[in-house]
């Protein structure tokens, strides 16, 4: 059994990369930079959602074992009507190279059918493949991204159009040892999971935290939808994005986000990590 993880230089797929080279399974990281943006020691290959020439490139990769990818990681990629290249790569990889599972990334909203990743999780169900659709809450890590970092290390600012709404912000570690166990368990999921961090936070709260961390006064920016829209493309994000992350905090101030579960516990046996430990293991990415 060897397994492709796409998105390979992204918060998940790192990190599940290392759950699996601690098990010694075989896996390849697939991304557009290939080995030049790989971790060192770990395997990877160029591959391009939009050039359909590299999607046999994993498949030719061999590993030492005599291993053949069994299973793949799907993460979205930034293209428009990703649904696209996705379906066509998992009739791909399932037909011409009898891949046997798939572990999808997906947003807490998507739900099979809907537009997005609703049409590659209804593709999986239609085709009868073994599945696990992995639905996240919000990244810890988005605090700890270039811009966010910058704006809290030296203007001690969150900005969102969040408002006082709750969300469950996860840990991209926790997210992947979720995906680990889907990939690599005898049986199959064939279901989807609400993975969700331990409590229920405003950014109020998480300026909280991170003023305790850090000993200075972290203050959370109130903005409206479309100054968040602003803001981000004036950050340098294209219109669609910038729209798509100010849709989601708006949703998040109305409350979609508001929800718990134990999911990560159930299926990995330990429950998930806390912002607060979360922000005292990055406090350098602030100070």
């Not at 919000?138 to 910058?150: G, R, S």
């Not at 994005?241 to 100010?246: D, K, N």
């Not at 990560?264 to 990415?285: H, I, Y």
Request: hydrophobic letters at 40%; glycine letters at 6%; proline letters at 6%.
């Amino acid at each position: 059994m060897a397994i492709l993880l796409t998105g390979g230089t992204g918060k998940t797929s790192t990190r599940l990369a290392s759950f699996l080279q601690n098990e010694n399974i075989p896996f390849l990281l697939a991304s557009r930079r290939g080995a030049s943006a790989a971790p060192a020691g770990m395997p990877a290959v160029k591959f391009d959602w939009l050039d359909k020439h590299t999607w046999q490139r994993p498949f030719q990769h061999k590993f030492a074992d005599g291993s053949a990818i069994s299973a793949v990681y799907l993460m979205e990629p930034l293209v428009p009507e990703p649904w696209v290249p996705l379906n066509e790569f998992i009739d791909y990889a399932s037909k011409d190279h009898g891949v046997k599972r798939f572990v999808l990334i997906a947003g807490t909203s998507s739900e099979p059918g809907k537009p997005g990743m609703g049409m590659v999780w209804q593709h999986l169900l239609d085709r009868g493949i073994d599945f696990c659709v992995l639905r996240p809450s919000w990244f810890m890590q988005n605090l700890t991204e270039e811009a966010p970092a910058f704006l809290i290390r030296d203007h001690s600012k969150i900005y969102s159009a969040c408002g006082d709404g709750q969300i469950p912000f996860i840990s991209a570690t926790d997210i992947a040892a979720v995906a680990y166990r889907a990939l690599t368990d005898a049986k199959s999921h064939n279901c989807d999971h609400r993975v969700l961090g331990p409590e229920l936070l405003t950014y109020d709260q998480v300026a909280e935290k991170l003023s305790a961390v850090l000993g200075r006064r972290i203050e959370h920016v109130k903005l409206s939808r479309d100054e968040r829209y602003q803001s981000l493309v004036s950050a340098g994000l294209s219109d669609y994005y910038a729209g798509f992350l100010s849709d989601l905090e708006e949703a998040a101030s109305m409350g979609f986000e508001t929800s718990m579960n134990d999911m990560v516990e159930q299926v990995t046996g330990r429950p998930p990590k806390s912002l607060s430990m979360f922000a005292q293991e990055n406090r350098e990415a602030w100070v």
